[in-house]
């Protein structure tokens, strides 16, 4: 099935200059980027993103990441592509994610690890409507 996914490449990830090696990936793994930009996560918009999030110990360090500078955000559509981009993510620290996989190839540790992506249907369709 057709469906959409959401995705932002994380401050580190930006600065680090992987923008294009990580969409690139989506591309040719035959997914379509259709949406995208870059912006500044403010902190209402973390709080809402990371809801779930928000009660635990490590969120105010979480949050103080996600808003530290510009991410990359992006609709990526194509055939099952939610669960072809969280799988492309990897596992969420990067030191158990496997090789080949966006967090395994370029990740260390589990405070920076480059990429967010939506974990089903349903968190894509709030996300997308949360950032764009
Ligand atoms: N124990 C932890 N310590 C520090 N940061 C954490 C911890 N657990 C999660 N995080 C951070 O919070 C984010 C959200 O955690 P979640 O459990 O939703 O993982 P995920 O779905 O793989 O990642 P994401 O939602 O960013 O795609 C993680 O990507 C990571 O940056
Ligand atoms: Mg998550």
Same mark, same amino acid.
């Given at each position: 099935m057709i469906e959409k996914t959401f995705i932002f490449i994380k401050p580190d990830g930006v600065e680090r200059g992987l923008v294009g090696e990580v969409l690139r990936r989506f591309e040719q793994r035959?997914?379509? *980027?259709?949406e995208l930009k870059k912006m500044t996560v403010s902190g209402d918009l973390s709080d809402k993103h990371y809801a779930e999030h *928000?009660?635990?110990?490590f969120y105010a360090g979480l949050k103080e990441y996600v808003t530290s500078g510009p991410v990359v955000a992006a609709i990526i559509e194509g055939e099952n592509s939610v669960k072809a981009v969280r799988e492309m993510c990897g596992a969420t620290n990067p030191i158990e994610s496997a090789p080949g996989t966006i967090r395994g190839d370029f990740g260390l540790t589990l405070d920076a690890n480059i990429i967010h992506s939506s974990d089903g249907t349903e968190s894509a369709a709030r996300e997308i409507s949360n950032f764009f």
């Open positions: 035959g997914l379509t *980027i259709s *928000i009660e635990k110990p």
